[in-house]
Protein backbone atom coordinates (compact mmCIF):
# COMPACT_ATOMS: atom_id res chain seq x y z
CA UNK A 1 0.00 0.00 0.00
CA UNK A 2 1.34 3.30 -0.83
CA UNK A 3 0.62 7.21 -0.01
CA UNK A 4 2.10 10.18 -2.00
CA UNK A 5 1.66 13.78 -0.82
CA UNK A 6 2.68 16.62 -3.12
CA UNK A 7 2.43 20.58 -3.29
CA UNK A 8 2.53 20.67 -7.32
CA UNK A 9 2.79 24.43 -7.52
CA UNK A 10 -0.05 25.10 -9.93
CA UNK A 11 0.14 22.49 -12.08
CA UNK A 12 -2.24 21.92 -14.54
CA UNK A 13 -2.85 18.91 -17.42
CA UNK A 14 -0.46 20.47 -19.61
CA UNK A 15 2.22 19.46 -16.46
CA UNK A 16 2.75 16.07 -18.39
CA UNK A 17 5.79 15.03 -16.86
CA UNK A 18 4.62 15.35 -13.16
CA UNK A 19 1.25 13.45 -14.03
CA UNK A 20 3.82 10.70 -15.50
CA UNK A 21 5.92 10.37 -12.23
CA UNK A 22 2.44 10.27 -10.31
CA UNK A 23 1.60 7.18 -12.84
CA UNK A 24 4.88 5.21 -12.34
CA UNK A 25 4.95 5.73 -8.20
CA UNK A 26 1.20 4.02 -8.99
CA UNK A 27 -0.14 5.22 -5.43
CA UNK A 28 -3.20 3.90 -3.68
CA UNK A 29 -3.81 7.15 -1.73
CA UNK A 30 -2.54 10.52 -3.11
CA UNK A 31 -2.81 13.89 -1.22
CA UNK A 32 -2.26 17.38 -3.46
CA UNK A 33 -2.11 20.49 -3.12
CA UNK A 34 -2.24 23.86 -5.82
CA UNK A 35 -3.26 21.43 -8.23
CA UNK A 36 -5.62 23.19 -11.15
CA UNK A 37 -6.35 20.43 -13.29
CA UNK A 38 -6.49 16.52 -13.34
CA UNK A 39 -5.69 14.78 -16.75
CA UNK A 40 -8.16 12.56 -17.44
CA UNK A 41 -5.29 9.40 -17.46
CA UNK A 42 -5.50 10.29 -13.67
CA UNK A 43 -9.25 10.17 -13.30
CA UNK A 44 -9.83 7.17 -14.66
CA UNK A 45 -7.82 5.38 -12.53
CA UNK A 46 -8.69 7.30 -8.77
CA UNK A 47 -11.74 9.02 -7.64
CA UNK A 48 -11.01 12.54 -7.46
CA UNK A 49 -12.46 14.78 -4.21
CA UNK A 50 -11.17 18.47 -4.94
CA UNK A 51 -11.71 21.68 -2.41
CA UNK A 52 -10.69 24.95 -3.79
CA UNK A 53 -9.99 26.57 -0.25
CA UNK A 54 -11.46 30.32 0.49
CA UNK A 55 -9.40 32.53 1.05
CA UNK A 56 -10.54 35.10 4.15
CA UNK A 57 -10.94 38.09 1.79
CA UNK A 58 -13.93 36.09 0.53
CA UNK A 59 -12.97 34.32 -2.63
CA UNK A 60 -11.73 30.89 -3.69
CA UNK A 61 -8.22 30.23 -4.50
CA UNK A 62 -6.92 29.67 -8.19
CA UNK A 63 -6.58 25.98 -7.35
CA UNK A 64 -7.49 22.82 -5.45
CA UNK A 65 -6.20 20.55 -2.60
CA UNK A 66 -7.49 16.97 -4.31
CA UNK A 67 -7.63 13.78 -2.78
CA UNK A 68 -7.52 10.68 -4.93
CA UNK A 69 -8.47 7.11 -3.97
CA UNK A 70 -8.44 3.98 -5.77
CA UNK A 71 -10.81 2.89 -3.55
CA UNK A 72 -14.40 4.43 -3.11
CA UNK A 73 -13.92 7.93 -1.10
CA UNK A 74 -16.61 9.57 1.16
CA UNK A 75 -16.48 13.28 1.44
CA UNK A 76 -18.91 13.99 4.14
CA UNK A 77 -17.10 16.77 6.09
CA UNK A 78 -16.12 14.61 9.81
CA UNK A 79 -13.64 16.76 11.76
CA UNK A 80 -15.31 19.21 14.51
CA UNK A 81 -13.91 20.96 17.55
CA UNK A 82 -15.19 21.47 21.22
CA UNK A 83 -14.32 25.41 20.12
CA UNK A 84 -17.13 27.11 18.38
CA UNK A 85 -14.59 29.84 16.60
CA UNK A 86 -12.49 26.51 15.58
CA UNK A 87 -15.14 24.90 13.82
CA UNK A 88 -16.32 28.70 11.67
CA UNK A 89 -13.01 29.07 10.60
CA UNK A 90 -12.58 25.86 9.48
CA UNK A 91 -16.04 25.87 7.56
CA UNK A 92 -15.71 28.99 6.62
CA UNK A 93 -12.06 28.43 5.02
CA UNK A 94 -12.78 25.07 3.81
CA UNK A 95 -10.23 23.63 1.55
CA UNK A 96 -6.86 24.47 3.54
CA UNK A 97 -7.83 21.00 5.43
CA UNK A 98 -10.29 18.50 3.89
CA UNK A 99 -10.89 15.40 6.06
CA UNK A 100 -12.69 12.37 4.17
CA UNK A 101 -12.72 8.60 4.35
CA UNK A 102 -11.81 6.14 1.59
CA UNK A 103 -12.41 2.63 1.90
CA UNK A 104 -9.61 0.29 -0.58
CA UNK A 105 -10.67 -2.47 -2.80
CA UNK A 106 -8.98 -4.86 -0.02
CA UNK A 107 -11.69 -3.32 2.50
CA UNK A 108 -9.33 -1.18 4.77
CA UNK A 109 -11.06 2.38 5.49
CA UNK A 110 -8.70 5.32 6.11
CA UNK A 111 -9.33 8.63 7.81
CA UNK A 112 -7.56 10.89 5.50
CA UNK A 113 -7.19 15.16 6.65
CA UNK A 114 -5.41 16.90 3.38
CA UNK A 115 -3.32 20.08 4.81
CA UNK A 116 -2.76 22.82 2.85
CA UNK A 117 -1.85 25.46 5.72
CA UNK A 118 -1.20 28.62 3.81
CA UNK A 119 2.01 31.27 4.47
CA UNK A 120 0.10 33.74 5.65
CA UNK A 121 -1.49 33.66 9.29
CA UNK A 122 -5.26 33.95 10.42
CA UNK A 123 -6.44 37.45 10.46
CA UNK A 124 -6.71 38.82 14.08
CA UNK A 125 -9.75 40.04 13.78
CA UNK A 126 -10.93 36.42 13.06
CA UNK A 127 -10.07 35.28 16.74
CA UNK A 128 -9.43 39.28 18.16
CA UNK A 129 -13.22 38.15 20.23
CA UNK A 130 -12.18 34.78 21.03
CA UNK A 131 -10.32 33.19 24.05
CA UNK A 132 -7.15 31.28 22.11
CA UNK A 133 -5.23 30.46 25.49
CA UNK A 134 -4.35 26.71 25.13
CA UNK A 135 -4.65 26.75 20.82
CA UNK A 136 -2.08 29.58 19.70
CA UNK A 137 1.51 28.35 19.63
CA UNK A 138 3.47 29.66 22.84
CA UNK A 139 5.94 31.42 21.49
CA UNK A 140 4.29 32.50 17.91
CA UNK A 141 2.15 35.44 18.14
CA UNK A 142 -0.27 34.81 15.73
CA UNK A 143 -2.43 31.68 14.67
CA UNK A 144 -1.79 29.71 11.79
CA UNK A 145 -4.03 26.73 9.98
CA UNK A 146 -1.76 24.15 11.78
CA UNK A 147 -3.44 25.38 15.16
CA UNK A 148 -6.46 25.05 13.40
CA UNK A 149 -5.54 21.56 12.28
CA UNK A 150 -4.45 20.28 16.20
CA UNK A 151 -7.58 21.79 17.23
CA UNK A 152 -9.72 19.57 15.05
CA UNK A 153 -7.53 16.48 15.16
CA UNK A 154 -7.34 16.36 19.25
CA UNK A 155 -11.07 15.77 18.94
CA UNK A 156 -11.16 13.42 16.33
CA UNK A 157 -10.38 10.33 18.69
CA UNK A 158 -7.30 9.09 16.75
CA UNK A 159 -6.75 5.92 18.41
CA UNK A 160 -5.44 2.26 17.18
CA UNK A 161 -8.57 0.99 16.04
CA UNK A 162 -8.46 3.09 13.01
CA UNK A 163 -6.16 4.12 10.11
CA UNK A 164 -4.92 7.64 9.98
CA UNK A 165 -3.06 9.59 7.37
CA UNK A 166 -2.62 13.11 7.89
CA UNK A 167 -0.75 14.85 5.14
CA UNK A 168 0.00 17.84 2.85
CA UNK A 169 2.17 20.87 3.02
CA UNK A 170 2.50 22.37 6.31
CA UNK A 171 4.76 25.69 5.42
CA UNK A 172 6.41 24.66 8.51
CA UNK A 173 9.97 23.85 9.19
CA UNK A 174 12.05 23.24 12.42
CA UNK A 175 14.71 25.19 11.09
CA UNK A 176 12.37 28.20 11.13
CA UNK A 177 12.48 28.03 14.64
CA UNK A 178 16.24 28.79 14.59
CA UNK A 179 18.01 31.03 15.84
CA UNK A 180 14.16 31.73 17.86
CA UNK A 181 11.88 29.41 18.62
CA UNK A 182 8.68 30.44 17.01
CA UNK A 183 6.57 27.43 17.52
CA UNK A 184 7.86 25.02 15.07
CA UNK A 185 8.97 21.99 17.01
CA UNK A 186 5.72 22.59 18.98
CA UNK A 187 3.37 21.95 15.95
CA UNK A 188 5.28 18.76 15.61
CA UNK A 189 5.32 17.73 19.50
CA UNK A 190 1.43 18.49 19.97
CA UNK A 191 1.23 15.93 16.54
CA UNK A 192 3.14 13.30 18.32
CA UNK A 193 1.59 14.12 21.24
CA UNK A 194 -2.36 12.84 19.62
CA UNK A 195 0.05 9.84 18.72
CA UNK A 196 0.63 10.84 14.84
CA UNK A 197 4.07 10.75 13.56
CA UNK A 198 5.86 11.83 10.53
CA UNK A 199 6.82 8.90 8.21
CA UNK A 200 9.53 10.79 5.82
CA UNK A 201 11.65 12.19 9.32
CA UNK A 202 11.14 8.84 11.24
CA UNK A 203 12.49 7.07 8.29
CA UNK A 204 15.76 9.39 7.89
CA UNK A 205 15.92 9.77 11.73
CA UNK A 206 15.61 14.11 10.88
CA UNK A 207 14.20 16.57 8.61
CA UNK A 208 14.46 15.72 4.97
CA UNK A 209 14.40 18.98 2.87
CA UNK A 210 11.22 18.99 0.61
CA UNK A 211 10.81 22.58 -0.86
CA UNK A 212 13.72 24.81 -3.28
CA UNK A 213 13.38 28.25 -2.37
CA UNK A 214 13.51 30.74 -5.25
CA UNK A 215 17.53 30.78 -4.82
CA UNK A 216 17.32 27.49 -5.35
CA UNK A 217 18.25 26.16 -1.82
CA UNK A 218 16.65 23.17 -0.85
CA UNK A 219 16.51 23.56 3.03
CA UNK A 220 13.30 23.05 4.79
CA UNK A 221 10.89 20.26 4.95
CA UNK A 222 7.38 22.09 4.49
CA UNK A 223 5.67 18.94 3.92
CA UNK A 224 5.05 15.91 6.20
CA UNK A 225 2.97 12.57 5.68
CA UNK A 226 1.81 11.76 9.60
CA UNK A 227 0.04 8.30 10.22
CA UNK A 228 -1.19 6.91 13.70
CA UNK A 229 0.65 3.88 15.28
CA UNK A 230 -0.87 0.87 13.65
CA UNK A 231 -0.07 2.82 10.22
CA UNK A 232 3.43 3.39 11.77
CA UNK A 233 4.00 -0.33 12.35
CA UNK A 234 3.44 -1.12 8.79
CA UNK A 235 5.57 1.60 6.86
CA UNK A 236 8.63 -0.01 4.67
CA UNK A 237 9.78 3.29 3.58
CA UNK A 238 9.49 6.70 3.33
CA UNK A 239 11.11 8.71 0.35
CA UNK A 240 11.36 11.58 -2.12
CA UNK A 241 12.54 11.70 -5.80
CA UNK A 242 16.40 13.11 -6.18
CA UNK A 243 16.45 16.90 -7.01
CA UNK A 244 17.53 16.15 -10.30
CA UNK A 245 13.96 14.37 -11.03
CA UNK A 246 11.54 17.39 -9.65
CA UNK A 247 13.74 20.81 -9.65
CA UNK A 248 15.65 19.96 -13.02
CA UNK A 249 13.80 18.83 -15.41
CA UNK A 250 12.10 21.47 -18.18
CA UNK A 251 9.90 22.41 -17.15
CA UNK A 252 10.25 22.03 -13.46
CA UNK A 253 7.77 19.38 -12.30
CA UNK A 254 6.74 21.53 -8.83
CA UNK A 255 9.26 23.66 -6.03
CA UNK A 256 8.32 20.56 -3.64
CA UNK A 257 9.51 16.93 -3.82
CA UNK A 258 6.76 14.74 -3.17
CA UNK A 259 6.59 12.08 -0.50
CA UNK A 260 5.98 8.59 -0.67
CA UNK A 261 5.18 6.06 1.69
CA UNK A 262 5.31 2.55 1.53
CA UNK A 263 3.23 0.14 4.01
CA UNK A 264 2.90 -2.99 4.10
Known amino acids: MKVLTWNVNKAGESRRGLWEMLRREDANVVLLQEVTGIPRCIRDHYQCHWVSPRFFEGYNAPFSTAVLSKGLIDATPYLESKLGWVNRIHTERY???VGCKTRLASGE???????YSPAFPIPQEQWA???????????????WFTEILWALLRNAGISDDTNWIVAGDFNSSVL????KDTGNREIIER?????????????HRGPVPTFQHTSKSVDHQLDYCYVNAPMLRRL??????SHEEVFYTTPRLSDHLPIVCEFD
Open 129 to 143: EVDVTGIKLTNNRDL
Open 176 to 179: FDEP
Open 236 to 241: RKARVP
Open 109 to 115: QFHVVLV
Open 95 to 97: GWI
Open 191 to 203: LNALGLTDCLSHS
